[in-house]
Nanobody, 129 residues
Framework: QVQLVESGGGLVQAGGSLRLSCAAS????????MGWFRQAPGKEREFAAA????????YYADAVKARFTISRDNAKNTVYLQMNSLKPEDTAVYYC??????????????????????WGQGTQVTVSS
């Protein structure tokens, strides 16, 4: 089992940058594929970015592609979401999620919420125009 704690959210002007962090407790962080999701006010939670357990494979939603970068440091049990060129429509609560995967799926990432077993509490990102 793993517990996830997000940090790094805040208020930023349009065009600015933020880096979110998600710290995982417990052992074997490197056996988990990770994802970032977001939920804007009045909308359903949606996929933003995903990374495989080894970090070599990533995938992004079209809305954030070329602006956001997901990465991980398995030695620090942490996954990051670097967000550049932020837009007001990026305003949302951002959640990280984890799913344990076997070695033979080490290059796999997951984009569906239902594929993740563990979730953090979320961190608010607000982008002003």
């Amino acid at each position: 089992q793993v517990q996830l704690v997000e940090s790094g959210g805040g208020l930023v002007q349009a065009g600015g940058s933020l880096r979110l962090s998600c710290a995982a407790s417990g052992r074997s962080f490197s056996t988990y594929a990770m994802g970032w999701f977001r939920q804007a006010p009045g909308k359903e939670r949606e996929f933003a970015a995903a990374i495989s357990r080894g970090g070599g494979d990533t995938y992004y939603a079209d809305a954030v592609k070329a602006r956001f970068t997901i990465s991980r440091d398995n030695a620090k049990n942490t996954v990051y979401l670097q967000m550049n060129s932020l837009k007001p429509e990026d305003t949302a609560v951002y959640y990280c999620a984890a799913r344990r995967v076997p070695t033979y799926s080490s290059g796999t990432y997951y984009v569906s919420q239902g594929e993740y077993a563990y979730w953090g509490q979320g961190t608010q990102v607000t982008v002003s125009s």
